[in-house]
């Protein structure tokens, strides 16, 4: 990796040690092997991202609620400060939830992700959801080891986020489109938005729903319980 | 602010080279940055400052960031374009069926010990 290559300016000799190397090389190192254990063990990774109060939690509990009898889940619930979010999962589901502290950062990387799955009882479940930083930027840049990465949009946001926040959703394969209940007060053109997104990302499957009144939930929970199957059913190909 | 993050990844690197070669002390550590690699250089080397000094090999040591272009490739009309002032849409032939070449790093270049 490293190569000497000497400067021999004689009054201030400086040498160079050369590196190149990515900065993001070892945490997507990390995060293959993480992924590759997961898959050993049946357990899908869904890492959630979204801006903050796009509605993360109320959409998790609303999903989960249609999954909580069908699959074993945990919710690792990802802020820089506080455990609101992990209660309010806890209360609402009965499913279990931790909460992670960053530590002032407004990311997961593999390696925190690792620790937090060390504080949920991995072999007695089939799904846990990482509910990432409210952050549309950095969480784009750091590959958590997740099975999936899918991120929620809400409404009130704007209909162009997908351009102003490429990398988010080139890296999104799944977005929720949330809030639709207040489409009729805002300048949203859902169909534009759907367009700037497959613009970003053609493989990406959307899920319009509303997550305080329930309606579009069961396509996206359908879709999550399909996933979680297939990825336990290939564990051993 | 996920400069910090990043920062702590190219302080990790750093030492680890600097160990592997025997070296004790780093005077500075040069950076590729792409133009739309999301890292913004003030951001990243104010950081540096605040977490490096904690470091005793690293105490005073510069981050010096090359600033690299972005460049983009029209798979409709075979043409190379600067991502920045275009950005997803060919200049040449209004296309959207273009992609990234470069200008996405976040790489460390070399030490100066």
Same mark, same amino acid.
């Given at each position: 990796?490293?190569?000497? %290559?000497?400067?021999?300016? &004689?009054?201030?000799?400086?040498? &160079?040690? +050369? ?20 898959? =050993?063990?049946?357990?899908? #990774? ?13 959409? /998790?509990?609303?999903? #989960? ?8 889940? %945990? ?14 999962? @806890? +209360? =609402? ?6 909460? /992670? ?50 991120? &929620? ?25 949330? @809030? ?10 859902? +169909? ?5 997104? #497959?613009?970003?990302?053609? @493989?990406?499957? &959307? ?7 329930? +309606?579009?939930?069961? =396509? ?8 979680? /199957? ?8 | ?36 690699? *999301? ?5 990243? *080397? ?36 600067? *991502?920045?002032?275009?950005?997803? *849409? ?14 996405? !790093?976040? !790489? ?6």
């Amino acid at each position: 990796m490293c190569i000497f %290559a000497e400067n021999n300016h &004689i009054m201030n000799p400086v040498k &160079i040690i +050369e590196i190149k190397k990515s900065v993001f090389a070892d945490n997507n190192a990390d995060a293959d092997a993480l992924r590759r254990e997961l898959k =050993a063990r049946g357990v899908y #990774l869904l890492n959630l991202m979204s801006s903050p109060g796009s509605g993360k939690t109320t959409t /998790l509990i609303r999903t #989960l609620s249609l999954l909580k009898d069908r699959l074993r889940i %945990a919710v690792m619930e990802a802020d820089i400060d506080s455990d609101v979010d992990a209660v309010k999962i @806890k +209360e =609402a589901t009965g499913i279990p939830s931790i909460q /992670l502290h960053t530590g002032g950062m407004c990311h997961l990387d593999a390696e925190m992700t690792r620790q937090g799955l060390a504080g949920v009882d991995l072999p007695e479940l089939d799904l846990v959801v990482l509910e990432n930083v409210g952050n549309l930027v950095c969480p784009a840049e750091f590959d958590t080891g997740a099975v999936r990465n899918a991120m &929620i949009l809400s409404v009130p946001e704007g209909d162009d986020k997908a351009l102003k926040y490429p990398l988010m959703f080139s890296v999104c394969d799944t977005v929720v489109i949330n @809030k639709i209940d207040v489409l009729p007060y805002f300048d949203f053109d859902l +169909e534009k938005c759907r367009e700037h997104i #497959l613009r970003r990302n053609p @493989k990406a499957r &959307i899920f319009p729903l509303c997550a305080k009144t329930g +309606e579009g939930v069961e =396509a996206f929970a359908d879709w999550l319980y399909g996933e979680v /199957l297939s990825w336990k059913n290939t564990q051993n190909r | 602010m996920h400069e910090l993050g990043i920062v702590f990844y190219i302080i990790k690197d750093v030492k680890e080279a600097a160990e592997a070669n025997g070296v004790q002390k780093v005077s500075a550590v040069v950076m590729n940055i792409g133009e739309v690699s *999301t890292v913004v250089p003030e951001y990243l *080397t104010d950081c540096w400052r605040w977490a490096a000094d904690k470091e005793e090999m690293l105490r005073g040591c510069e981050l010096k960031v090359n600033l690299l272009p972005a460049v983009s490739y029209c798979e409709s009309c075979q043409c190379e374009y600067p *991502t920045v002032q275009y950005g997803k *849409t060919c200049p040449n032939c209004q296309s959207d069926r273009t992609y990234l070449l470069k200008g996405n !790093e976040v !790489e460390i270049k070399e030490i100066e010990v």
